[in-house]
């Protein structure tokens, strides 16, 4: 109990002395830049505020089904990888009970899954 209390106390003195600095001196940094840019030009000021975030909306939309087809191609990867790694390090297991061409099968079929 009294380690969970230690390390709660420590995250909170962490985030008061850094973190919640870094949050104001962010925050009134972005408040002076955007009076800084309505004071040059408030056209432009218009336009950055809404063109950014809608460039950002965007960009995350057409790249989601890049994501998640990568996070896929990971998961079959780890597949290939691990019945890779199962194969070797039981390979005594293999030639005992004759397993060498089931593994080489199963190896090859989520080898063709993953491509």
Same mark, same amino acid.
């Given at each position: 109990m009294l380690s969970v209390l230690n390390a709660d106390m =420590? %995250?909170? %003195? $962490?985030l008061l002395s850094d973190n919640l600095k870094d949050?104001?001196?962010h925050s009134i940094r972005f408040v002076f830049a955007l009076a800084y840019i309505i004071s040059i030009n408030w056209m432009l000021a218009l336009v950055s505020t809404i063109? $950014?975030?809608a460039i950002f909306i965007l960009i995350s939309r057409l790249t989601q089904p890049v994501t998640k087809r990568? +996070? +896929?191609m990971q998961d079959e990867i780890g597949q290939v990888n691990s019945l890779a790694q199962?194969?070797?390090s039981? =390979?005594?297991v293999v030639k005992s009970f004759n397993l060498a061409g089931i593994l080489d099968e199963r190896f090859h079929q989520a080898n063709l899954k993953s491509a």
């Open positions: =420590a %995250k909170l %003195k $962490t949050f104001f001196y063109l $950014t975030p990568s +996070e +896929e199962d194969s070797l039981g =390979a005594m």
